[in-house]
């Protein structure tokens, strides 16, 4: 079962993360990371566990994923179509804010 995910990284900079990094990060187990990589909802780059790098996002994304799983007892299919969702809420406010600009601007 997953640990409560951790709040931050200490003061570190970090551009790709190892799996076992991105683990640690989120207070969860490489297994479920290993399902949310195949169910889409993470995307590494690398070919195998031992090679895959993460984004910095992928903190964000596997930090939701948790709380939608375990707080909301959200599948991971369902975990996809939320964060596929909230990315494109996220898309839509920052087109939102340059439309805006560019209007008063």
């Known amino acids: 079962m997953a640990q409560k995910p951790a709040k931050a990284i ?3 900079v970090i551009e790709a993360l190892t799996l076992a ?4 990060s989120c207070g969860v ?8 990589v195949e169910e889409g909802i993470v995307d590494p780059q690398g070919r195998a566990p031992a090679t ?3 984004s910095t996002v992928s ?3 596997v930090r939701t994923a948790w709380r939608l799983q375990h707080d909301l ?3 991971k299919a369902g ?8 990315d494109e809420r996220e898309e839509l406010r920052h087109m939102l ?9």
């Not at 990094?21 to 640690?24: I, M, N, V």
């Open 59 to 61: 903190i964000t994304r």
């Open 52 to 54: 895959w790098r993460f």
């Open 73 to 75: 007892g959200v599948n």
């Open 21 to 24: 990094e991105l683990c640690r």
């Open 10 to 12: 200490s003061g570190e």
């Open 79 to 86: 975990i996809a179509v939320a964060l596929n969702l909230i």
């Open 97 to 105: 804010r340059r439309v805006a600009r560019a209007a008063s601007g």
């Open 29 to 36: 187990r490489a297994e479920w990371v290993v399902e949310l």
